[in-house]
């Protein structure tokens, strides 16, 4: 039991570094914010209520600024790794979901 317990440790301890080593939390981004926009992320991006696009918009403007300045957030307005939530993925598995069903469909 002692050794699950250390390793669960060690675990979240290794996230939380490769969280960090990441840096994209020092422009205040979330994780979903820097996904590679392959066509399925785009359809996912374009399905998301506007209030989420917004926020994900002025996350990313922002982001860019403080790059272009050379500079990164204070650390109390970084992004905490247990507050990035994955917003975009109920709509990317959505459309991974629906992608596969259309792939079945043109196969018959």
Known sequence: MAARKTNF????????????????NQYGLRH?????????VQEAIRRLPAHVYDERTFRLVRA???SCN?????????????????YLRPY?????????EKEDWDRE
């Open 32 to 40: 979903d914010d820097c996904l590679y926009e392959t066509p399925e």
């Open 64 to 66: 860019m600024q403080l």
């Open 70 to 86: 050379k500079v990164v957030l204070p650390k109390e307005q970084w992004t905490k790794r247990e507050e990035d939530v994955h």
């Open 9 to 24: 440790l060690f675990n979240a301890s290794v996230k939380q570094w490769a969280y960090d080593l990441s840096r994209f």
């Open 92 to 100: 990317l598995d959505e459309v991974l979901k629906e992608k596969k």
